[in-house]
Structures are given as C-alpha cells and as structure tokens.
T-cell receptor
Framework: RKEVEQDPGPFNVPEGATVAFNCTYS??????FFWYRQDCRKEPKLLMS???SGNEDGRFTAQLNRASQYISLLIRDSKLSDSATYLC???????????FGTGTKLQVIP | DAGVIQSPRHEVTEMGQEVTLRCKPI?????LFWYRQTMMRGLELLIY????????DSGMPEDRFSAKMPNASFSTLKIQPSEPRDSAVYFC????????????????FGEGSRLTVL
C-alpha cells in the first residue's frame, strides 16, 4: 500500500462547479498535512496547510480526519485558473520527511 | 528574495554519460531535499539533508546515484553512468529545518532539472 494515495483523475468540471478531492495516508504517526498545487511543467507550490479543525482560504477548504486517515480539499466556484494537479502531502518524523501523493489532475472547462 | 536555484534546467545526454545536477537552497534554510518526478511514479524523495548531513538516502535508486552537500548553499546530485530510465524531472527543495511554530513545514521547490537520457 502506498503511503499516500490519491485518485489521479482527471476531474473535468465546468466553471463555477464545486469539486472535492480526497487523499488517504497509511502512517498513523503522521504529523502535518498539506495540499500543494503543480501547474503543467512547473514546480509544486504550497496551496494550504491542513489543520485538525479544518481550515478555509477563500474558495478552498481543507479537512483532516485522523481517525480515518484521510484529507480532503474542496474547491468552490471553480475558475479556469484552478486547472492544475493537486498533490496531497504528509509529513512524519522529526527530520521533516515528507511524502507526496501522485496527485489529482483538475481541468476546469469553460 | 531568491528562491531555490537549480541547474541545468534541461539536460539531454547519452546513456553511460555522467550527469551532475546542482542546487542552491534558499539562504538560511537548513534542510534540503532531492526529488524525482515521473508520470508513472509521481514525486519520489531521493535523499534529504539536514545541516549538510544526509539524513535519509533510502530513496536513492541504486549506486549509480550519489548526492553531496559540501556546504549550506550548495548540493549536487550525480548519476554515473546514466540510463534511459533515469529520464525524469529532478527537483530540489529546501525548508528552514528548524522546529517550532516559525516553521510551517512548507517545502520551497526549485524549477527543476529536466533530464533526458537517450
């Protein structure tokens, strides 16, 4: 079983739609969780951290369920510019070892 | 502020040749990571350093791969001899590497080195 698993997609959604991605992780000792965004042929960049109580940043909402070991990302009112691959990232260990999921591709269609 | 700087951005080489990829982390960052990204396997951690010391190199594919960090501002990833299956994008990333609330855990990536081995 992979340490971090994501549905690769692609998710093709119309502009204005709401879309949700899930991610599961296997290491119950994982400490920190993040969503990164990667545009085509670019480097990954932090989108948002994921906190235990859930957190929101504009149109983006992240949730963490430690009991079930999954993380979610909700995007409301999708924009064309949201088209990208979204990477789920889990951190464990004192030396900041981080593991990336393989990513979920989102394509927002006009 | 300068981000993580990688070179070369693109490299095309023939099988059997030596390849050296370079990385300059963000100044003041104490942790440095080398990742490889392919369509099939996504982002894979190859090795990471803390305070110039290799902490975990379990992701290094085999003896053909080696990484060094001679000082806080420079790291290299070397492949010798290179093989077609090494073709990928190699990313370097850095992080402050300090504990406490000041470190959000964010990794700052360079733009990557796209390697093609013919």
């Amino acid at each position: 079983r992979k340490e971090v698993e994501q549905d690769p997609g692609p998710f093709n959604v119309p502009e204005g739609a709401t879309v949700a991605f899930n991610c599961t992780y296997s290491n119950s000792a994982s400490q920190s969780f993040f969503w990164y965004r990667q545009d085509c042929r670019k480097e990954p960049k932090l989108l948002m951290s994921v906190y235990s109580s859930g957190n929101e940043d504009g149109r983006f909402t992240a949730q963490l369920n430690r009991a079930s070991q999954y993380i979610s990302l909700l995007i409301r009112d999708s924009k064309l510019s949201d088209s990208a691959t979204y990477l789920c990232v889990v951190r464990a260990g004192g030396y900041q070892k981080v593991t990336f999921g393989t990513g979920t591709k989102l394509q927002v269609i006009p | 502020d300068a981000g993580v700087i990688q070179s070369p951005r693109h490299e095309v080489t023939e099988m059997g040749q030596e390849v050296t990829l370079r990385c300059k982390p963000i100044s003041g960052h104490n942790s440095l990571f080398w990742y490889r990204q392919t369509m099939m396997r996504g982002l894979e951690l190859l090795i990471y350093f803390n305070n110039n010391v290799p902490i975990d190199d379990s992701g290094m594919p085999e003896d053909r791969f080696s990484a060094k960090m001679p000082n806080a501002s420079f790291s290299t990833l070397k492949i010798q001899p290179s093989e077609p299956r090494d073709s990928a994008v190699y990313f370097c990333a850095s992080n402050p590497g300090t504990s406490g609330s000041a470190n959000t855990g964010e990794l700052f990536f360079g733009e990557g080195s796209r390697l093609t081995v013919l």
